[in-house]
């Protein structure tokens, strides 16, 4: 079976984020990390790691709705780099004609650094839809 395999954000450090990065735009995500997209169910990812927020990134566009979306950047284990070269990122929010897949080229893009935040996550196999 194909999926995803991602890190889901648990409750605690969500909450905490939000205090932190309370979402600029109407459709709020803030769910995981994606590692891999196509993984087997068979990929496991380690439960055990040390995950950090330690940048966000945003692109508001001119546009009478005043549409955008946000990522925060993660780093796993000291890395913020997949394996495949995207960047390790949680979609925060997006408006209107975004989706939390554009999420992904808005990260590759480059983003500010913040203060390290602790978070914790679990790993997940999420399948495709058939």
Same mark, same amino acid.
């Given at each position: 079976?194909? =999926?995803?395999? +991602? ?8 909450? $905490?984020?939000?205090? @932190?990065?309370?979402? $600029? %735009?109407?459709?709020? +995500?803030?769910? &995981? +990390? ?6 087997? *169910? ?6 055990? =790691?040390?995950?950090?927020?330690? =940048? ?18 993660? /780093? ?6 997949? @394996? *495949?070269?995207?960047?390790? &990122?949680?979609? %925060?929010? &997006?408006?209107?004609?975004? /989706?939390?897949? *554009?999420?992904? @080229? ?7 650094? +913040? ?6 996550? @679990? ?8």
């Amino acid at each position: 079976m194909k =999926g995803i395999s +991602v890190y889901l954000l648990d409750e605690e450090s969500r909450n $905490r984020l939000m205090k @932190e990065f309370p979402p $600029r %735009w109407k459709t709020f +995500v803030g769910h &995981h +990390v994606t590692v891999k997209f196509g993984a087997s *169910d068979k990929d496991t990812l380690s439960p055990i =790691g040390e995950y950090k927020v330690i =940048g966000y990134t945003s692109i508001a566009e001119r546009r009478p709705d005043g549409s955008g979306i946000e990522a925060l950047i993660v /780093s796993i284990n000291g890395n913020y780099k997949r @394996e *495949d070269g995207n960047t390790y &990122h949680i979609t %925060w929010s &997006h408006g209107p004609g975004y /989706s939390p897949k *554009d999420a992904k @080229e808005l990260s590759a893009k480059g983003f500010k650094e +913040v203060d390290p935040i602790n978070i914790n996550m @679990e790993p997940t196999f999420i399948p495709f839809n058939k």
